[in-house]
Every structure is written in structure tokens, then in C-alpha cells.
């Protein structure tokens, strides 16, 4: 059995320095594991996996291709009486759950993104589906 890298580990996640207690908390644990993105680049032919201290600087404006799993459970019908007193009528509720199963850059972010702003011409064209009615009317 392969030993797992130190960087897809808890003690060798990324964290800011102001919540290493939450790391020596969690791994005082013992009970939690760490998950990594199954994150990869296009442009690598070897397909080597992104370790968790590349994820901001490398996904942040980037054009991604994400295969994900969306999972829907409907939950048991709530009674409006049990929970606010007399009204009547019943709530019919649903969970969702969404798992990132792999992730892959189709194209590194534009360098003027890197600093986490955007040029106006791409503030403009990222500011909402075209089918909004605030949008629509701009666009005619």
C-alpha cells in the first residue's frame, strides 16, 4: 500500500495561518479524511493530479470541464402545525446533494484575472444568463 502524499493530507492542507487551530483541532480527531478534487489539466499528457495548494491560483478564471453528481431526496412531509401552531397545510421538502466527481482546465485564466479582477468588457458579459428580462432588454 502507497503511503498518500503529505499534501492530500489534513496536515498538509491549505489553510491561512489564522485557522491552523481548526487543523490541529480536527486532526486531535482523528476521525476526518481528506478528499481531494479529482482536478487535472487538459494541456498535461501525463494527467498528474493538481494538489490542493495549486486549486485557487489555478482555477480562478479558468474555463473548466466539471462532471458532477446531483442527488435529490425528498425528505419526510413536515405538519406547519408541529412547527408554528395552528395554521394547517403541510410542507413538502427535498435535499440536495451535489459531489464533484472530476474536474479538468480546458484553458488556464486570462493573466489580468489572476489578481481576482476582471476587465469591464468581461464584467459586462459575465453579468447574467441573456434570457433575464434586465438583460434581455439591454441586448435588444
Known amino acids: 500500500m502507497r503511503a498518500t502524499p503529505v499534501e492530500l493530507t489534513l496536515a498538509g492542507w491549505p489553510l491561512p495561518d489564522n485557522m491552523s487551530h481548526i487543523r490541529v483541532n480536527l486532526m486531535e480527531q482523528n476521525k476526518w479524511d481528506i478528499n481531494p478534487l479529482a482536478l487535472y489539466d487538459e494541456a498535461d499528457e501525463e494527467k498528474h493530479l493538481i494538489l490542493p495548494q495549486k486549486y ?21 412531509t413536515l405538519d406547519l402545525r408541529d412547527l408554528i401552531g395552528s395554521h394547517k397545510g403541510h410542507i413538502n ?32 458579459k459575465l ?14
Open 56 to 76: 485557487e491560483t489555478l482555477l480562478r478564471g479558468a474555463t473548466v470541464y466539471a462532471a458532477f453528481h446531483l442527488v435529490r431526496c425528498n425528505l419526510p
Open 93 to 124: 421538502a427535498s435535499k440536495f446533494n451535489l459531489e464533484v466527481k472530476e474536474i479538468t482546465i480546458l484553458k488556464k485564466p486570462d493573466p489580468s484575472l489572476a489578481e481576482g479582477r476582471a476587465p469591464t468588457s468581461k464584467k459586462r
Open 127 to 140: 453579468a447574467g444568463p441573456s434570457w433575464l428580462p434586465a438583460n434581455k432588454a439591454r441586448h435588444e
